[in-house]
């Protein structure tokens, strides 16, 4: 219980029924987790949480794939897949670490935590590939009925073109660098 946050000492005694949502979710991963589990798949994770729970497990999730990246020497183990409804990695293929797989419609969320992305509409793969590849393409996330990350947007106004930053980090280079330019 502690590597999601919850002191067992706090909540040993506590009803499920008195725990909140997030409080929840983050007892059943508890669970989860003791069981070592190499792949995580999870739908929608954030949903009906209110900002500060939301932040507060994803960051959780993050930390669960990072942990397996130091546990190995490679270096490369447990690639986070965060997919806007969809997409998978194995653990082969993320180096034999963790592989956390989960479904979002918040695009801005997705382009903070996911490396690559596979984008889907009415069951159908639409693309697949890096994060700021797909999230920045203003008419492919459309087709999805899907907004671009607020980073792109704004990038977008601004008069970028092509591939846009899709993370509030990225937006500030990029800002910068078009600074220097100027």
Request: with cysteine; charged share 25%.
């Amino acid at each position: 219980m502690r590597t999601t946050g919850l002191d067992p000492e706090l909540f040993r005694d506590r009803s499920p029924h008195g725990l909140s949502m997030g409080e929840r979710r983050r007892v059943a991963l508890a669970g989860i987790l003791a069981l070592e589990p190499r792949v995580l798949i999870l739908d929608e994770p954030g949903a009906g949480l209110d900002p500060d729970g939301r932040v507060r497990l994803m960051g959780l999730l993050a930390r669960w794939v990072g942990a397996a990246r130091a546990d190995t020497a490679a270096g490369d183990a447990g690639m986070l897949e965060y997919s806007p409804v969809g997409g998978a990695r194995t653990s082969a293929e993320c180096g034999g670490g963790r592989t956390l797989v989960f479904t979002s419609h918040d695009m801005d969320e997705v382009a903070e935590l996911a490396q690559r992305v596979v984008l889907m509409a009415g069951g159908a793969i639409l693309a697949e590939g890096p994060a700021d590849r797909i999230l920045g393409d203003e008419q492919l996330l459309s087709r999805a009925g899907l907004r671009p990350p607020l980073a792109a947007r704004v990038a977008g106004r601004l008069g970028a073109s092509g591939s846009r930053p899709v993370t509030a980090g990225a937006l500030a280079d990029w800002l910068r660098a078009r600074e220097r330019v100027a």
